[in-house]
Nanobody, 127 residues
């Protein structure tokens, strides 16, 4: 059974940093690509960042590019999202998700293409 468990969320002031972790189990880590999504109250779930396992290519939403960094520790089956220069508009529940599909271009932004999801971790950025 595929399991994803996020951690690392919390309350931080604007300009601060957080590092989210996504611990994966139940599957061969290199066979899946991992995405980070977020969802604020009343808004749709949006793609934040994506790591494509086949070639290690990284993707970021324009809103976080230059501030967030996705990385992985394959030995620990864990994907990280380092979030710097946080803004109040980054406040949301953050989810990691796994996909076996080969996602190219902007398709990684589509949550429907990810079959496994974590429970989410709350990130709150105060102004």
């Amino acid at each position: 059974e595929v399991q994803l468990v996020e951690s690392g969320g919390g309350l931080v002031q604007a300009g601060g940093s957080l590092r989210l972790s996504c611990a994966a189990s139940g599957f061969t880590f290199g066979d899946y690509s991992i995405g980070w999504f977020r969802q604020a109250p009343g808004q749709e779930r949006e793609g934040v960042s994506f790591l494509r396992s086949s070639d290690g290519r990284l993707y970021y939403a324009d809103s976080v590019n230059g501030r967030f960094t996705i990385s992985s520790d394959n030995a620990k089956n864990t994907v990280f999202l380092q979030m710097n220069s946080l803004k109040p508009e980054d406040t949301a529940v953050y989810y990691c998700a796994a996909s076996t599909s080969r996602l190219y271009g902007s398709s990684w932004r589509n949550p429907a293409l990810f079959g496994s999801w974590g429970q989410g971790t709350q990130v709150t950025v105060s102004s």
